[in-house]
């Protein structure tokens, strides 16, 4: 009798250590800090359908620059357990310097990865945004088509051309770098965007806003998913997908080794690729609209070590001085 009453209060103790424990996991695996370079209005949607299809889940989400969450994942205490980032190079540095947790599940769900860390949920197409009453005669469907037009008309499109500067805007310098490699009309096309005095803008955001005021005609290298998420554009403009070839640049998301809610990271992050999540991801803006259903010419930038080629301080350092040079002088 007595060795099983010694039993038993022996018994009681490790079924409450192993409840205690189960319920910790869980509740781990419920609550994920979220941080992007998105705005939370933009956002709201998608986490909306997170909470949906997660019942109970403790979700929060944070704006920070991208550089900032690049230096935040480093830490051996990550202040957020999931990043998201709109420019895949930082992705991938903070990936390749040994910060970021593997996950193979989400690699087997991913439409791209890298090294089972660094995973593409969305693939934002770089598009050109014409008014159509600047193009009298034909509006142009490639690089070459559009540079030739600028040339020939530099006086009717002087200041009436706006583009973002690819020194402070992250996607923005990564598409520059990419078009750099792919197209040998680039420096000519910057050499016609300075003939013409572009006027250069901060963010995407600004770009557009000085689009619709009716500042400027022609944009260039506009993400698609700014444009999808904003306001609806005035009559009379044309969302133009070159002909040529169009840059697909890949939205990432990670987790951070030092990320205090790993489980519920990971959960999370499977859950952003199932089929309840679209209408979410919709609604913030990683869709192509109707009016677009042909992308024969996609360029997918793929996500490796290779894009940390122009992250080379030097190298940074030495295309942007040329492409001020252009634009500037």
Not at 54 to 64: E, H, K, Q, T
Not at 75 to 91: K, T, Y
Request: a neutral charge; proline letters at 6%.
């Amino acid at each position: 009798m007595m060795s099983r009453t010694l039993a038993l209060r022996t018994a009681f103790p490790i079924l409450f250590l192993t409840c205690f424990l189960a319920s910790s996991a869980l509740g781990q695996a419920l609550t994920a800090r979220i941080a992007g370079t998105v705005a939370e209005a933009r956002i709201a949607p998608l986490m909306t359908a997170l909470a949906a299809r997660l019942p109970g889940a403790d979700l929060s989400y944070v704006r920070l620059p991208s550089a900032q969450i690049a230096t935040e994942a480093k830490r051996l205490n990550a202040p957020f357990d999931i990043a998201i980032f709109s420019s895949p190079d930082i992705a991938v540095s903070v990936a390749n310097d040994g910060y970021v947790a593997s996950d193979g599940t989400a690699a087997a769900l991913a439409d791209s990865q890298w090294r089972h860390e660094v995973f593409s949920f969305w693939s934002d197409p770089a598009v050109m945004v014409l008014r159509q009453n600047a193009f009298p005669d034909r509006m142009p469907r490639t690089r070459i088509e559009l540079v030739r037009t600028l040339e020939q008309n530099s006086g009717r499109f002087s200041r009436r051309v706006g583009i973002v500067n690819i020194g402070i805007d992250d996607v923005s310098y990564l598409l520059a770098s990419q078009d750099l490699i792919r197209t040998s009309l680039y420096w000519r096309l910057m050499q016609a965007f300075g003939a013409a005095q572009a006027r250069i803008y901060d963010t995407p955001e600004d770009l557009l806003g000085a689009f619709r005021s009716g500042e400027v005609d022609v944009l260039y290298n506009v993400p698609l998913s700014v444009l999808s998420s904003g306001e609806a554009m005035p009559d009379g403009v044309q969302v133009v997908v070159p002909q040529d070839y169009v840059l697909g640049v890949p939205w990432t998301v990670l987790t951070p080794k030092g990320a205090a809610n790993l489980n519920g990271a990971r959960t999370v992050l499977h859950a952003l690729y199932s089929p309840e999540i679209m209408p979410g991801l919709s609604a913030a803006g990683f869709r192509y609209p109707a009016d677009i259903i042909r992308l024969d010419g996609l360029q997918r930038i793929e996500l490796g070590p290779e894009l940390m080629v122009y992250r080379d301080t030097i190298k940074r350092s030495k295309f942007l001085d040329l492409w001020f040079q252009m634009l500037v002088n």
